[in-house]
């Protein structure tokens, strides 16, 4: 007889803990998932007797690759590549890639865990998964990110493919680095195919692609907001980065009547109390893709205040839009956000919140729209734009503007059918976690033990 196993949460972190030691990003993202998903399923039991969450708790498979490339002085330089698979039970793996020197084998596997379950939310067939590299592109030449995406690539086209893997953007990875990538698996593998999404519109890109993600985390706030009788016209709003997901965050927002009143990127903030209006943001989208400036820059342009070193959660709003990194909004962010007034939180970043932050949230019950589900409109309209490149077709931009609408509404009312307290408030955590989840673990059972 098999020893009797124990289902206790507080067993199955240390287990986690322990055989992927020193990954706090990975800990921190798995324990929010489970502490929902384990009180669901305690009454269903084979998810338990089929192990699911430890499965989807260990990645499919893991590439991690030395990639070598020569700079403008001629000097050999050295990064570390990775592509995590976490898991393809209902689709190809899919997630982005991000440049960034804080990249770790903890930071890509909280991202393809995460990854995993927005995909489900989406109600597209995609997996999880997540790549990058500790590579910086700041202060680098076109030509020295050229040759390192050609590097990159050179590895990666081996592991991805369009029914096998479809990588994108993330933080340090857009329009430019995706053109270098796909032209190098293209030339590699003599291939014109869907293997990268976020292309440029010349070579099977997508309408709408760029500002999916911003556009969508507002959205998810609106219907938040629609949900209690409320909407975002008149509404102040705190936003952090200002590069894709910020920008068309900003961009919605006012579109929809809301005044953004901070930007940030990692050496401060900007403060412009009358609103960053659309002529505003046309400068902050040259200065940071065109010009790859500093947000300070806008504050002398327009005459507003900089915060150096700062976040701008201490400034009083109505709503917030944490769009730059994980854990950007600490435990205090969130309790001086709350002191302020805050209704709502819309995570267009990926973990953007601590845990502790996330519990002050809810416990003031506040409309808090978790990552796997504000910030899923980008991956939904890759989703969109990977259906185009096996039609060969492009579809017209209203449609997808619609799509989108739609998969973004869809996803708030299963948050709603998954995560309503008896009380009537919407824990969108819990609904995200759990509406996430049931699909990848229905489609693992179908599966049986691989
Ligand atoms: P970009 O590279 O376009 O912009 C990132 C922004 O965040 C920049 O303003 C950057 O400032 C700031 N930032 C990055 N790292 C830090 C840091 N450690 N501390 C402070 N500020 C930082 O990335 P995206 O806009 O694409 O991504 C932003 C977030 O949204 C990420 O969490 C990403 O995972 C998530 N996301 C992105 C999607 C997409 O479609 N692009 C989809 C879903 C989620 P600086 O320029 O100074 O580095
Ligand atoms: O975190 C994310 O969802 C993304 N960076 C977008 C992934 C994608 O495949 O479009």
Redesign the pocket.
């Known amino acids: 007889m098999p020893e009797t196993q124990i289902y206790d949460l507080d067993k199955f972190m240390d287990g986690l803990k322990r055989r992927n030691p020193n990954e706090t990003e990975f800990h921190q993202a798995v324990y929010e998932v489970a502490a929902n998903v384990f009180p669901y399923i305690d009454d269903k039991p084979i998810y338990h007797e089929m192990e699911i969450m430890r499965r989807i708790a260990e990645p499919d498979r893991i590439v991690v690759f030395r990639v070598c490339w020569e700079d403008d002085n001629g000097r050999i330089r050295v990064n570390r590549g990775y592509r995590v698979q976490n898991n393809n039970s209902i689709g190809p793996y899919k997630g982005?890639i991000?440049f960034?020197p804080?990249v770790t084998l903890s930071v890509l596997k909280f991202?393809a865990f995460e990854q995993t379950f927005k995909n489900s939310l989406t109600g597209l067939p995609m997996g999880g998964g997540k790549g990058g590299s500790d590579f910086n592109p700041?202060g680098k030449s076109d030509n020295e990110v050229m040759r390192f995406c050609q590097s990159f690539m050179t590895e990666l086209h081996r592991h991805v493919g369009d029914d096998i893997d479809v990588p994108a953007?993330?933080?340090?990875v857009?329009a430019r680095e995706i053109g270098f990538m796909f032209g190098q698996y293209k030339r590699l593998t003599n291939r014109f195919s869907g293997v990268l999404t976020g292309k440029g519109m010349e070579f099977g890109g997508s309408p709408i692609r760029t500002e999916a993600?911003g556009y969508g985390a507002v959205y998810f706030m609106e219907n938040m907001l629609k949900h209690r009788g409320d909407s975002l016209d008149g509404k102040s709003c705190l936003i952090s980065?200002?590069?894709?997901?910020?920008t068309y965050a900003v961009e919605k927002i006012t579109q929809l009547g809301g005044k953004a009143v901070t930007m940030?990127?990692?050496?401060g903030f900007i403060h412009d109390p009358a609103g960053i209006d659309s002529d505003k943001l046309a400068y902050i989208v040259d200065l940071k893709t065109n010009r790859r400036g500093r947000i300070e820059q806008y504050a002398s342009e327009f005459g507003v205040d900089f915060y150096e070193g700062q976040r701008p959660w201490g400034v009083p709003g109505d709503v917030a839009f944490p769009?730059?990194?994980?854990n950007?909004i600490s435990t205090e962010d969130a309790t001086t956000l709350i002191k302020n007034g805050c209704q709502g939180v819309s995570e267009?970043?990926?973990m953007p919140t601590e845990q502790d932050g996330i519990h002050a949230f809810l416990g003031a019950k506040l409309l808090f729209a978790p990552s796997k589900a504000a910030?899923a409109g980008?991956?939904a309209v890759s989703g969109l734009e990977m259906s185009q490149n096996s039609a060969r077709i492009t579809w017209k931009e209203e449609e997808l503007q619609q799509l989108l609408r739609d998969i973004m509404s869809d996803i708030h009312n299963s948050c709603v059918e998954y995560g309503s307290d008896s009380d009537g408030y919407v824990d969108y955590v819990k609904g995200a976690n759990i509406s996430g989840f049931i699909k990848v673990a229905d489609a693992m059972l179908a599966y049986g033990v691989v």
């Not at 980065?241 to 910020?246: K, L």
């Not at 940030?264 to 050496?267: R, V, Y």
């Not at 769009?323 to 994980?326: D, E, G, L, N, R």
């Open positions: 982005g991000r960034h804080s991202l700041k953007g993330d933080i340090g857009g993600t980065g200002s590069g894709n997901v910020a940030s990127d990692s050496s769009c730059a990194t994980q950007e267009g970043a990926n910030n980008g991956v």
